[in-house]
């Protein structure tokens, strides 16, 4: 009889195994997407505000080396990656292709940012645990990172374009052309300016928001950023009128602004553009010509150390290297007041307002240690000037080779091998 | 409630059913020999309907005590069973067994709790004994030793590096992005073979975007725990036809690993010690410089000069290095020790054995070491009730170096690619390394100073309970219970100290990885067999099974770590992943086996299974399968005094579903922090809620005949294999802030054929040979994809790469390269056909020779390697002039980047002489108490025939998923010379 009761007891806990229900275990390593667009609470919408403004710098070195090859600040000579020399410099018959790393990578992450900051928007909107002004701080917040990333997207592409509305990914809107896509960038920083002037700010932001980090700090990061696709644009009027409700300051320090900062916490991310000195095969290194086209006295030729030993590959070969991150967790800038003196030099010379812009680009050369402009006092010239301080002012910041470009003088930039290419655009990834 | 009443019962009535009482037993003896009258030592003697048996001695000889009118039966490996009814005298019999080197009396395993004679099976399944897996050479890992005997098979090993990581492919790929691993079981338990990953991803940035870990870490994979040396037999399941009943995991294929068991008999014990060396198979060479090529390193012309004096320096001082040599040329020293010990009654046998080995790499500081201790009984604890355990635990290290794929410069390889010979990289008299002036890294420093160390601890169990609980005249039925686990806990240990020299922005790397698995599954069934009448007998199987799975991984990233110190806490900085993962499959199943005339065997069954992994977790999928074998020799359609001793034809259906990859139907949130403030980043892999399984059918048919009285067989089995609703990572417009997402994206079709041949050319009394010849061949084909053509993980058009494209063979390898400028087909993974050949000839009683050939004919590799090396100005044949352009040879291979991937996409093809061994036996032994002594020698991978431009053309750096061969500066492939000794006791 006892036998009996034990091998039921035994059959019984054995049908409890077979027939237990429980088979869906869910998400056991992360929150899921569905989660956060339920009923966020603050603490969720200002996870989206850190994850977007961390993830804007996981592909920051391969756009930097995009722009900073092709527009010859410098090479990324690596043992292991060729494509850095051949592809980027169009050596021989290399080609950009569509579906390599220089294009996918740095595009497919800015569109995750934009993803990343659609959420917020969408999670924002479907809280109700939040006022609407506390809403409107975030979608000021998401709509300014927002238009950055596609901004920088744009620069690669240029004329092939980008798409502007991606919120369904079933849907995706059309790819627009190089001005549609400038005009909706611009839409989009004048609502979140918007926005952020109907909001407050709840959330914490880094401390390379330092300065910037509430409604009106942003509305002059939002306007910094403005100037900058209006002198895209060429619309230099409107140039002015967005430095004037943004941070410049002729008379603040050049590195006033909003910056990517780096870290050694958990799941934080170290400088990717910092290579140390004298490194040898995966180094940084400048253009030749970075050095024996800067002005005697210029102070910028610290942002190009000289190298213990020449580096060289693919016949390439550089005795200095690239010098503007110093260490591992040195801030990147997204935009400083340097750039937006050298924007109001720009409107103003573009305007023919030549003593507002020589005055401006005296600024940067005195705080530079050189005299003052001693050059013709014609556009062209003050032009050729302006690009000149754009050029080592903003050195590896990723505008030599859009400045070039917008001015039509990609020829202008020095081959340094017979067979090498200067590309004016990336070609769109095959993906899209 | 009922039915537990019942199922009391009837286990009370297990557990109190009588045994059968033995009547009045008497003594029998005698020898059991060949044809030719050599004897066959360890044939089993069994009392036909009971437990009692021994097995043959040396000589041929055996005892045994048996009822009057009892039958015994007499079998042995390569010979058909024999019955023989007892008479009046039954001593000194003689017995004579007949040779079958189709092996038509092998029991294979052909349901969950049921097997058939290989004699009436309807399906192509191939078996690889004890002697061909461990007995004619050593091999490192037991996946290892599976490579080229598998019919059917394409076998590649990941990496050369110590500790194995193998891909294993049946009858062509089984998916793209799903799971193209057979599943393995040993001794009724579903064992885990996942690769983990140490983080190396953090060293080598392999796969851009930060991420801790890669596909291109190259872990071993575990499977490779398993000792071949306890492997008693090795079953393989090639696809759903013979499968489909292990359901939702079978999609590719099924091995089935069956450990020693005791025989009753006196007490075997085996001492075995093994002694070898291991040597890199090929080295590439190094380009020879002189002062001229030591300028051209560099455009720049002060630095030229600056080279090129360098060199002349260094050439002066006799100081010119081969790197190449220094890095790989190590002789690794082998030991492998294997102590086993065997017996046991009627009631009770036993298998117990320890093993250890311990082996050197061909880079210093690597190393693979195994120690495993395994205890398999056998138990019958009345006549109807047997029970069954096994058990194992095993661990292993191994100290993997670190190669491959990398976009920082600090894998050996790729330091080495850029490292001319006259550069100095040796320590100073302070013991400090210089740094590499050429490369990123000094790779005699990394070799010295690094650690990636793997360790398991393992324990694999299982348990096996059969009771007859029912038994008539015409009916018996057996209640099988079949089940266990797999547990492991395996430490990865990475350190990476600051003086390194591409530690400089870290400050030295630690990353300790911890990673707990628990894999348990079970079967109950209940086996009927029903003698309907002497022309049919019919077998029913019908039970439940479940498996379940729990993963979970911690890897702790550290930098800045204090030197010395490799605790994670020792350090500036430490960042955390956890990843985790949980299945659990629960099927139920019926199976009909029918048996007419012992000629013509049907089976049909079907097994319903759901998986916690599938989109909708509680729904049901069915995977029917049925098979025919009709022996015409058997059925008296062919004559048995014709030409065919034995003549079958034979089809046979199934289905299996391979399950979508843990985690894919969420979109979930990443980790990204700034500051300190915690972050959540979307992922880029998109979620697909409604994500299915794929589905796998495949037809087989074939036929199989023996002649000259079973000295020649021919096997032939035409397959052709469709996978439905294959599952794809397929690349979204990352526009839509997603790169990827699984989707069941289309259907593919593996066809092939598959012939053997197995024969005994010679057999004397002084000589046998026997022999088997395999041939097979696969061709795959993308039928329907329900997206654009999509390039598969490689190095995009340029350098070559895979491309799943509707129409197109799956493997296809395309790249630039047609005219203006188009993409074209340079290659193709899958080989053209594959063949290999096991020989054992056995001599003078005493002499063993035996060896394996196996070869693979075209297929296609993506080498990167020899590119590397030219990029890095070192390759060996960098100066040689044979273009068409009269430019040194790399310039020209470097000049065609861009416009051709043709240089890239090189021929694989090979044949190897795999192993061959050379033993002999010793049985008069002056010392009593030693009853006999093998000795040996042996060589694995010894000679490779091969065109391919790197170190092995079996190679696959981007792990063991889809995109095998890709090869980019891997450890290298060793080869081996051992030397064996065994005695018994």
């Known amino acids: 009889m006892k036998s009996i009761i034990i091998n039921s007891l035994l059959l019984l806990s054995l049908s409890a195994v077979l027939f237990s229900c429980k088979k869906d275990f869910g998400n056991l390593n992360s929150p899921t997407v569905e989660s956060f667009l339920g009923n966020a609470a603050q603490s969720d919408l200002n996870n989206l505000v850190s994850g977007t403004e961390s993830g804007l710098r996981t592909s920051l070195a391969f756009y930097l080396d995009d722009v900073g090859t092709i527009g010859r600040e410098g090479y990324h000579f690596s043992a292991s990656e060729p494509r850095y020399v051949t592809d980027l410099l169009g050596a021989d018959a290399a080609t950009l292709s569509n579906s390599n790393f220089y294009i996918n990578t740095p595009w497919a992450n800015a569109y995750r940012v934009v993803k990343n900051c659609n959420l917020l928007i969408q999670a924002a909107n479907n809280s109700t645990l939040i006022t609407s002004d506390q809403k409107s701080g975030y979608y000021g917040f998401a709509r300014t990172i927002k238009a950055y990333q596609l901004l920088l997207n744009l620069n690669l592409t240029d004329s092939n374009g980008i798409r502007l509305d991606v919120s369904d990914p079933d849907n995706l809107g059309p790819i627009v052309s190089y001005s549609e896509g400038l005009a909706g960038i611009l839409a989009l920083l004048d609502s979140a300016k918007a926005d952020l002037s109907a909001g407050s700010v709840v959330f914490s932001l880094s401390s390379g928001f330092n300065g910037f980090n509430d409604a009106a700090g942003l509305i002059k990061f939002n306007r910094a950023l403005a100037a900058r696709v209006d002198a895209y644009l060429a619309n230099w009027p409107d140039v002015l009128t967005a430095l004037s409700e943004s941070f410049f300051s002729l008379t603040a320090d050049f590195n006033l602004g909003v910056n990517h900062v780096f870290g050694t916490g958990t799941g934080d991310q170290l400088n990717p553009m910092f290579f140390p000195q004298n490194q040898t095969g995966e180094v940084r290194v400048a253009h030749p010509s970075y050095a024996t086209d800067i002005q005697p006295g210029d102070d910028r030729i610290s942002k190009a150390t000289l190298r213990q030993a020449t580096a060289s590959l693919s016949g390439l070969s550089s005795n200095r290297d690239v010098w503007v991150y110093t260490s591992s967790t040195a801030p990147v800038p997204i935009i400083r007041n340097e750039e937006l003196i050298l924007l109001y030099a720009e409107a103003n010379i573009q305007n023919s307002n030549f003593p507002e812009g020589e005055k401006a680009l005296n600024i940067i050369r005195n705080g530079h240690h050189l005299p003052n402009y001693s050059g013709p006092v014609t556009k062209d010239a003050l032009i050729d000037e302006m690009l000149y301080e754009r050029r080592y002012s903003l050195f590896f910041e990723g505008h030599r080779w859009i400045d070039m470009r917008r001015y039509n003088r990609l020829n202008e930039l020095p081959l340094d091998r017979t067979g090498d290419d200067i590309w004016s655009e990336f070609p769109l990834p095959v993906s899209e | ?985």
Do not use: C
């Open chain 2, 1 to 985: 409630m009922r039915k537990f009443k019942l199922l009391a019962a009837l286990l009370l009535y297990i557990v109190m059913l009588p045994t059968v009482s033995s009547g009045q037993n008497r003594p029998v003896s005698g020898t059991v020999t060949e044809l030719n009258g050599k004897p066959i030592s360890g044939a089993t003697v069994q009392v036909k309907g009971t437990t009692m048996g021994t097995v043959t001695d040396e000589a041929g000889k055996f005892k045994l005590s048996a009822p009057s009118n009892a039958s015994i039966i007499i079998s042995s490996t390569g010979f058909r069973s024999q019955t023989v009814k007892l008479e009046e005298n039954a001593s000194n019999l003689s017995l004579v067994l007949e040779e079958d080197v189709a092996k038509l009396d092998e029991i294979i395993i052909t349901g969950l709790s049921t097997s058939v004679k290989r004699r009436n099976l309807a399906n192509a399944v191939a078996t690889i004994s004890a002697t061909e897996l461990n007995g004619v050479a050593a091999s490192q890992t037991f996946d290892g030793a599976l490579n080229g005997k598998i019919p059917g098979a394409y076998i590649n090993a990941n990496t050369g590096a110590p500790g194995g990581g193998m891909s294993v492919k049946l009858r062509g790929v089984t998916s793209v992005y799903g799971n193209t691993q057979p599943l393995y079981v040993v001794d009724g338990v579903f064992v885990d073979n996942s690769a983990t990953s140490a983080g190396l991803n953090v060293i080598t940035g392999a796969l851009a975007g930060g991420s801790v870990t890669s596909n291109q870490d190259n872990p071993s994979n575990r499977i490779s725990d398993i000792r071949p040396e306890e492997i008693e037999n090795v079953e393989i399941l090639k696809g759903a036809s013979a499968a489909a009943i292990y359901g939702s995991r079978a999609a590719g294929g099924v091995i089935i690993i069956t450990t020693k068991k005791g025989r009753p008999g006196p007490t075997r014990i085996t001492l075995s010690q093994d002694l070898g060396e291991i040597k890199a198979s090929k080295l590439l060479g190094v380009r020879q410089f002189t002062a001229q090529r030591a300028a051209s390193l560099s455009n720049d012309s002060a630095t030229g000069v600056a080279l090129s004096q360098e060199f002349l320096a260094a050439q002066s001082a006799g100081k010119i290095y081969d790197y190449e040599k220094e890095v790989f040329g190590n002789t690794g020293f082998a030991r492998n020790t294997l102590l086993s010990m065997s017996g046991g009654n009627e009631k009770t046998t036993f298998y117990f054995s320890a093993a250890q080995k311990d082996e050197g790499g061909i880079v210093k500081n690597t190393g693979y070491r195994n120690s495993s201790l395994r205890f398999n009984a056998e138990h019958h604890v009345s006549d109807n009730v047997k029970l069954t355990i096994s058990t194992n635990y095993i661990n292993s290290g191994a100290g993997r170096s670190l190669t491959g794929n990398d976009n920082k410069g600090v894998s050996l390889g790729i330091a080495l690619s850029s490292t001319p010979g006259f550069a100095e990289l040796h320590p100073d008299k302070l013991g400090n390394f210089p740094n590499d002036p050429f490369a990123s890294s000094n790779p005699l420093q990394t070799i010295a100073l690094m650690r990636n160390n793997e360790s398991v601890n393992r324990f694999i169990s299982g348990l096996t309970l059969g009771a007859t609980f029912q038994r008539s005249t015409k009916s018996t039925t057996k209640f099988v219970a079949q089940g266990g686990f797999d547990f492991y806990n395996l430490e990865t240990n990475v350190l990476f100290p600051s003086v390194l020299q591409f530690q400089a922005v870290n400050k030295g790397t630690s990353i300790q990885g911890f990673t707990k698995n628990l894999n348990t599954n079970y079967i109950l069934s209940l086996v009927n067999s029903l003698t309907v009448s002497d022309k049919l007998s019919l077998t029913t199987s019908a039970g439940l099974t479940q498996e379940s799975g729990d993963y979970n991984n911690l890897l702790n990233v550290a930098t800045q770590v204090i030197s010395g110190q490799s605790n994670v806490d020792q350090a500036g900085a430490l960042t955390a992943t956890q990843f985790r993962t949980r299945f659990e499959n629960d099927g139920a199943f019926i199976q009909e086996e029918a048996s007419i005339m012992d000629a013509i065997t049907l089976t049909g069954g079907v097994r319903f299974d759901r998986s916690s992994n599938n989109g909708d977790a509680n729904k049901y999928y069915a995977y029917p399968k049925a098979g025919i074998s009709w022996n015409l020799t058997r059925s008296g359609i062919f004559s048995r005094e014709g030409i065919f001793d034995n003549f079958k034809v034979r089809a046979a259906y199934g289905e299996a579903n391979n399950v979508p990859a843990y985690g894919s139907k969420f979109t979930s949130m990443v980790v990204s922090n700034i500051e300190g403030l915690p972050g959540s980043l979307i992922n880029i892999q998109r979620g697909q809620p409604g994500i299915k399984p794929e589905r796998q059918t495949e037809f087989e048919a074939g036929f199989d005949f023996s002649v000259l009285k079973g000295a020649l067989s021919f096997e032939a089995t035409f397959y052709d294999k469709h996978i439905f609703d294959f599952l794809m990572q397929s690349n979204l417009p990352s526009s839509s802030g997603f790169s990827t997402s699984w989707l069941n994206a289309g259907n593919l079709r593996n066809q092939g054929v598959e012939l053997g041949l197995n024969a005994r050319p010679v057999s004397s009394r002084t000589i046998t040979w026997n022999t088997s010849l395999n041939f097979w061949i696969n061709r795959s084909l993308v039928t329907k994809l329900t997206i654009p053509p999509t390039p598969q993980g490689s190095f995009g058009y340029i350098l070559g790469t895979f491309q799943i494209e509707q129409g197109k063979s799956a493997t296809q390898i395309i790249g630039l390269g047609g005219p203006g400028g188009s993409i074209v087909k340079w290659g193709d993974a899958e080989p053209k056909f594959q063949m290999n050949t096991y020989n054992e000839i056995t001599f003078l009683d005493k002499w063993s020779f035996r060896f394996l050939l196996h070869l693979k004919a075209g297929g296609q590799n993506v080498n990167l390697t020899s590119l590397e090396n030219d990029f890095g100005g070192t390759s060996a044949d960098y100066d040689k002039v044979s273009n068409k352009l009269g430019v040194p040879d790399a310039i020209y291979r470097i000049m065609s980047i861009g416009s051709t991937a043709k240089e890239f996409v090189q021929n694989s093809g090979y044949l190897k002489l795999r192993e061959i061994g050379l033993y002999y036996s010793i049985h008069k032994i002056p010392v009593s108490y030693v009853k006999g002594i093998r000795i040996g020698v042996s060589l694995t991978n010894f000679l490779t025939v091969t065109k391919y431009k790197s170190y092995d053309p079996e190679v696959s750096n981007f792990g063991a998923g889809f995109s095998s061969g890709v090869d980019v500066d891997p450890y290298p492939a060793s080869k081996r010379a051992d030397f064996h000794i065994s005695m018994d006791f």
